[in-house]
């Protein structure tokens, strides 16, 4: 069993809606969560930093967090095309080490 | 502008050839870190190094050697590298390690013939 899963889509939605992409883990000891997005050509852009459980609101996205169920989710209100690319979920215990996902490509069309 | 910044952006090596990727962050950061991403894989951390010093090498190959001069350059020095060794190699840094966040740069396309 992979330690972080994450469909990789891709996910095509219209303009306007509400998406969520979700990763689930094996680790319960994790306890920092990440969202990255990367645009085709590009590295990796931090989007959303969370630890431990619970949600995270930056402007249209939403971080949630449930250790509980060991799934994490990130919602984009109001999508836009320039939302697509490719998310990447990641956590770490307290190191240096990210344990990634294979990342969910997102397509939104006007 | 991510402040870190990766050069070359790509690179077309033969399996004799000798190069190097290099990485400069402009961020502050005393750690940093190259990673792997390979088609439909998750990305793979290769090295770390906190305050110039190695503290992870996670079993990459010998032919990949890793060189941090100081907190804000690292390089990747490359021989008779393989095919399946064609990759987005990626840098990342942060401050102190740990549980900070990580900031990539856009990467080097690394092909080889």
């Known amino acids: 069993q992979k330690e972080v899963e994450q469909d990789p889509g891709p996910l095509s939605v219209p303009e306007g809606a509400i998406v969520s992409l979700n990763c689930t883990y094996s680790?319960?000891?994790?306890?920092?969560f990440m969202w990255y997005r990367q645009y085709s050509r590009k590295g990796p852009e931090l989007l959303m930093y969370?630890?431990?459980?619970g949600n995270k609101e930056d402007g249209r996205f939403t971080a949630q967090v449930d250790k509980s169920s060991k799934y994490i989710s990130l919602f984009i209100r109001d999508s836009q095309p320039s939302d697509s690319a490719t998310y990447l979920c990641?956590?770490?215990?307290?190191?240096?080490?990210?344990?990634f996902g294979t990342g969910t490509r997102l397509q939104v069309f006007p | 502008e991510t402040g870190v910044t990766q050069t070359p952006r790509h690179l077309v090596m033969g399996m004799t050839n000798k190069k190097s990727l290099k990485c400069e962050q402009h961020?502050?950061?005393?750690?940093m870190y190259w990673y792997k991403q390979s088609a439909k894989k998750p990305l793979e951390l290769m090295f770390v190094?906190?305050?110039?010093?190695?503290?992870e090498n996670n079993s990459v190959p010998s032919r990949f050697s890793p060189e941090c001069p100081n907190s804000s350059h690292l390089f990747l020095h490359l021989h008779t590298l393989q095919p399946e060794d064609s990759a987005l190699y990626l840098c990342?840094?942060?401050?102190?390690?740990?549980?900070?966040?990580?900031?990539f740069g856009d990467g080097t396309r690394l092909s080889i013939l």
């Open positions: 969370t630890y431990s459980s």
């Open positions: 190094y906190s305050l110039e010093e190695r503290v």
């Open positions: 990641a956590m770490s215990l307290n190191t240096d080490k990210l344990i």
């Open positions: 990342a840094s942060s401050l102190t390690g740990g549980d900070q966040p990580q900031h």
């Open positions: 961020l502050g950061h005393n750690a």
């Open positions: 680790n319960s000891a994790f306890q920092y």
